[in-house]
Every structure is written in C-alpha cells, then in structure tokens.
C-alpha cells in the first residue's frame, strides 16, 4: 500500500478536505497512476451533493503517468502518460457491439465508488472509502484505475491539461463527430456554452459545420464561442431562440445538441431541427425532469437521441482529439485554468460563477 492525499467529500454541502489516505497495489488488471492533471465536472457535483459519497473520493478527469501496473496488463508500462476515462466491461454484448458508453456494468462500475466485486482500494483514517469513481478516483495524488479506461496519450502533449479529455470536452466533441458526424455546411444549434457546449463547437467547427449556432444567457460564454468558431450567437434571455435559428437557417438546422439538462431548451433544440434532423441530448437534468415533445415533429423524420460520453470509445478518440489539438483545430487548452491542489474549493466557486470554464487541479 502507499500513501496519498485526497480531497475528500465530507458532506453534500460542505467543502472539499484535503485528508491522508493509503491506497492499495493494483490488482491484476489494474494500474496505479500518479495524478498530474484532474479537471472538476458538473457529474462530480452532483455525486457530491447526493450525499452518497461522503466519506469517499470524487474525480473522474484524472491524467497523469503510470507508476505500476498488474501482472495481466501487458499494453501499459511505468512512465506511460495516461488519460482516465470511463470504465467499460469491453464483454457485454454493447461493448461487443461497439459502444462501450452504453456498457451493461457501467453504472456498477462507474458510480458506486467502488470494483465490479464491490471492494475499493482506498481507505481513509482506518476505513474503507469508496475510492474508485469512474474507476478512478482521481481527486487524489494517486488513483487506481484499470486498464480498460487508461488510454495511453503522446507523452509530448502536457499531461497536466489532458484529464477533460476522458469526460466533458470528450461528450461534447464526440456528440458533434460520431453521434451525429456532422459534415461541412451542415447547420447545427448548441444549446449550452460550458465545458460540453464549448468542446462540441470547437468539433463542429473542425468537421465544417456551416452555421454554427451557440445558444446561452451568460454574454462572456457567448464570446468565448464566437472566439472558438460560433458564425452566430444568441442570447436565450433576450431573444426568441427558434425563431432566430430558423432566421438564420430557413427551413431549420441539421443538428441540435442539449448541452444543459434544461426541458425547455430541450424542446427548443428539437423545434429547430429540419426534417430528417436529429437532436442529442448530452446534459444531465434534475430527478424526474421531462420534457414535453410535439409527435408530429418527431414523425417528420426527426430524431431524438439520448447520449453518453460523446458515444466514445476513448482508446481511439482520445488520442483522435490530441491530434486535432496539435493540428490547432481543437484548442481545448483555452478552456482550462489550472489550480494547487488545495484550492480546490476556490475552483468549484470559479466554474459555479463562470470565472472559468473548466478548472483543472494539479495534485502533484
């Protein structure tokens, strides 16, 4: 076992403590990896207010480099530079049909806090904490992850900044080039300019999408997408968004995405789609949230589809998004403000007010 520090979620209001932990070694097809990089997400809030983590580690954006590995893994080495994304079984008949964000074990693995058997390999002050969120746990100086979700990245690329690969700027990014693989001078309307909403305007703008429609309240985020390739921005707080967007595509948009969780803006990303359209919805809404959709839109050919993690495979689209980033056509590096590890309070205050976009911790 080996010491470490992590920041610990004492209660659904309270902040973030920094407390002593020990960590196990990695099972067999496990690897122990030195955080460098974790970036805060909207899912870590939302584990944290439920109160079901008390007591345990959050953080599912780590990266860092490897420090051992299992005696089954054989595709990562010590010094190895990895991004932690989510866990997929790569067994179950989804995996086996392609889509490992729609894993048959992926809430057990990725939101119990703990392995597929139950166990964690965390403990704090004597006790066993839930210590493998997302397979990870990466609020921490170390985490245990597994070899399913620690893809190796080109260790030329700064490790610090990559971990909202693995999650937030993976989701929006991917809705945009594999749920909906928009093409050049296809329309699309993004509906939300956070971390999700900001990845999917720089991916859209990479795969040519003509116009680009960013719809948010917060004036800074609407210039913030301007700056990463919006052609039009809209204000939801002052204007009538559908009828803007079919203004400035008559006839309605190819692609929607709901980047927020929000009903309404839900039903507004549908109603501006052409038809045969489709719309993903990405953001997470309240317990019970439900959104009232018109039949015969829907019967005009349009789509309505629900979508986790970008419908990514991190293997390959991670690396996929480094390569845009060093081509320059996904600077997602814009978006991020690094932090020591002991402000991690302040920087859930900064992204809650909008200060920033997306903050990334640096344990290490």
């Keep these: 076992m080996i010491d470490i520090t992590a920041a610990v979620a004492t209660s659904p209001e309270g902040p973030f403590s920094l407390s002593a932990g020990r960590l196990e070694e990695p099972r067999a097809e496990e690897v122990r990896v030195r955080i460098r990089g974790v970036g805060i997400c909207h899912t870590d809030l939302v584990m944290k207010a439920s109160g079901y983590f008390n007591g345990g580690v959050l953080g599912h954006e780590g990266a860092g480099i490897v420090e051992k590995v299992g005696e089954d893994v054989t595709d990562l080495a010590p010094g190895d530079h990895v991004v932690l994304s989510y866990f997929a079984c790569h067994h179950c008949a989804t995996c086996g049909a392609g889509q490992p964000a729609y894993c048959e074990r992926f809430t057990r693995a990725n939101a119990s806090g703990g392995r597929l058997d139950g166990s964690s ?3 704090i002050g004597g006790e066993s904490a839930k210590g493998v969120f997302f397979y990870q746990s990466s609020f921490a100086t170390h985490a245990i992850a597994h070899r399913n979700n620690a893809v190796k990245v080109d260790a030329s690329v700064p490790i610090e900044i990559l971990g909202p ?3 937030g700027f993976q989701t929006g990014a991917g809705a945009v080039l594999n749920t909906l693989q928009a093409r050049a001078g296809e329309g699309i309307a993004i509906f ?3 971390a999700v909403g900001l990845a999917a305007t720089m991916a859209a703008k990479a795969a040519g999408a003509d116009p680009i429609i960013v719809v948010d309240r917060i004036d800074d985020k609407l210039e913030t997408a301007r700056r990463l390739g919006a052609t039009h921005t809209l204000n939801g707080a002052e204007v009538d968004v559908v009828e803007e967007i079919r203004r400035i595509r008559p006839g309605g948009v190819h692609h929607a995405l709901e980047c927020v ?3 309404t803006l839900l039903e507004q990303a549908v109603a501006v789609l052409r038809p045969t359209g489709t719309c993903a919805l990405l953001g997470v809404g309240a317990t ?6 018109n039949l015969m839109t829907l019967l005009q050919g349009r789509t ?11 293997r390959t689209f991670i690396p996929r998004l480094i390569g845009l980033y060093q081509e320059g056509r996904f600077p997602f590096d814009t978006l991020v403000r690094t932090y020591p590890f002991d402000q991690i309070n302040q920087a859930i205050e900064d ?14």
């Design 121 to 123: 390999p965390l403990s």
């Design 165 to 167: 690969l693995g999650c």
């Design 192 to 194: 939300g300019a956070g």
């Design 261 to 263: 969780g929000v009903p």
């Design 288 to 293: 019970g949230a439900s959104a009232r959709i």
């Design 304 to 314: 309505l589809k629900g979508v986790i993690e970008g419908d990514s495979d991190p």
């Design 351 to 364: 992204m809650a007010s909008g200060r920033v976009v997306k903050p990334v911790l640096l344990p290490d």
